[in-house]
């Protein structure tokens, strides 16, 4: 499954609900030499452009229209040196027990070194109900993905449960955006 990237806005400022922007005081884009000083929680993957939620799936049969969108999670390099996992968006990172683990649990189900990262992913069924009336069901998930970055694609390797501690985590931060997302732009 290929996929393009198709929402360009500023996530920060959706996020906040517009109390932060890409562009407030004391928000700084870092520079590739500024990300490998990080010593935080992983977040979220971005393309060439700077968006990070990528549309995965979009298809429509017999009235039914399924919608999938998606997050790619990454570590950071401070993460994948010392081999624990901070927490999503964190500022402060120790080796403790709790975060070697965490790191060891996401290293099972997907391995940066072998292409493999998770995504989680929020997806919308919309059936046509009585009378016409669209009737939406919104769901959520985590797969496996792999990037290609020659051309900016991403494909799915295989379906993982939403169970991982940094799948429900990274879910409960930004579900509800995801499926805002999906409820107002498609």
């Known amino acids: ?35 490998k000083k990080v010593v935080g929680g992983y977040g979220l993957m971005q393309n060439d452009s700077g ?4 549309e995965l799936m979009r298809s429509s049969l017999s009235g039914t229209t399924i919608t999938q969108i998606g997050v790619v ?4 390099d401070y993460e994948r040196d010392n081999k624990v996992a901070c927490g999503f ?4 990172c120790s080796e403790s027990y709790v975060n070697k683990q965490s790191y060891n649990d996401l290293m099972l189900i997907a391995n940066p070194n072998l292409n493999e990262y ?14 016409g009336v669209p009737k939406n069901q919104f769901t959520n998930g985590a797969l496996i993905v792999g990037l290609n970055n020659s051309n900016g694609t991403i494909y799915k390797i295989r379906n993982v449960t939403s169970n991982n501690s940094i799948a429900s985590e990274v879910w409960r ?9 999906l409820l107002n732009r498609y």
């Open 89 to 92: 968006g964190g500022v402060t």
């Open 73 to 76: 999670v990454g570590l950071t």
């Open 1 to 35: 499954m290929l996929v393009s990237s198709s929402i360009a806005e500023d996530f920060l400022a959706k996020v906040t609900n517009g109390a932060l922007s890409d562009t407030s005081e004391g928000v700084k884009l870092l520079s590739l030499e500024g990300q």
């Open 118 to 131: 998770l995504a989680v992913t929020a997806t919308k069924t919309t059936t046509i109900g009585t009378f």
């Open 173 to 181: 931060r930004i579900g509800n955006d995801l499926n805002g997302i």
């Open 51 to 54: 968006q990070n939620v990528f």
